[in-house]
C-alpha cells in the first residue's frame, strides 16, 4: 500500500470525513445509505463536541458498535484463527478489537474538519449494498470511498470500506495477523496487546 493511500485509508475509515450534506432517505432501498448517513451524523457531533480525546474515542466505539458490523469485522481480521478459538476468546476478543479499531481511527478525528462526503451512487452488489462516495478532505485531492452495508446480521450495517481500491477489511486482517504473530499465535496474548493500543 503506497503512504497516500494508507493515509486516506485512516481518513476515511472513521466512517467518513464526518461533514456531510443533509440527506433524505426516499425509500427502503435507501437504507444503506441512511445507515451511513447517520452513522457520519453521530461522530460529527462527537468532533465538535469540545470534549476530551479520551471522552470523544469512548463516544466514537459507541458509534462503531451500533452502525458498523463489528462481530464480522473482528472475526475477518482474524482469519482462520477465529476458526479454533474458543466462544469465551471470540468475544473477548471483538470487545478488544473493537476499542483497538476506535482509538486507531479516532485520533484522526481533528483532521476531518471542514471535510465532507458527496454521495455519488447507491448499487446492489451480490447480497450488500455500496454506497459510493466522493471525499472532500482541507489538505488533500477528492478521492473515492465505497462504504460496504449488508443486512446479514439482520439489519444494515457497514462491514467494510474501499478506499480507492484499498480493501479496510484485508488491511486489518493484515495488521491483526502480524500482531498475532508477535504473540506467538496466542489469542489470550493478543486480546491483551490490543487493549493496549
Known amino acids: 500500500m503506497t503512504v497516500i493511500n494508507s493515509r486516506r485509508l485512516f481518513l476515511a475509515s472513521s466512517l467518513g470525513a464526518v461533514f456531510w450534506p443533509k440527506l433524505m432517505v426516499a425509500s427502503e432501498k435507501d437504507a444503506a445509505t441512511q445507515i451511513v448517513y447517520l452513522a457520519v451524523h453521530e461522530i460529527n457531533q462527537i468532533i465538535n463536541s469540545g470534549n476530551t480525546e479520551e471522552q470523544m474515542l469512548k463516544s466514537f466505539e459507541g458509534v462503531f458498535n451500533e452502525y458498523a458490523d463489528v462481530p464480522t469485522i473482528a472475526k475477518y481480521a482474524l482469519g482462520r484463527d477465529a476458526r479454533t478459538a474458543s466462544a469465551t476468546q471470540l468475544k473477548d476478543y471483538t470487545k478488544a478489537f473493537s476499542g483497538y479499531f476506535a482509538t486507531k481511527y479516532g485520533r484522526r478525528f481533528r483532521e ?86
Open 112 to 197: 476531518f474538519i471542514g471535510g465532507r462526503i458527496e454521495i455519488v451512487k447507491v448499487a446492489k452488489v451480490k447480497k450488500y449494498y455500496s454506497v459510493n462516495t466522493i471525499a472532500h478532505m482541507p489538505a488533500y485531492a477528492p478521492f473515492e470511498v465505497d462504504f460496504l452495508v449488508s443486512e446479514q446480521s439482520g439489519q444494515p450495517l457497514v462491514f467494510n470500506l474501499i478506499i480507492e481500491g484499498v480493501n479496510m477489511l484485508l488491511v486489518e486482517r493484515q495488521e491483526i495477523g502480524a500482531l498475532l504473530d508477535r504473540n506467538s499465535g496466542k489469542i489470550d496474548a493478543l486480546i491483551r496487546e490490543l487493549k493496549t493500543l
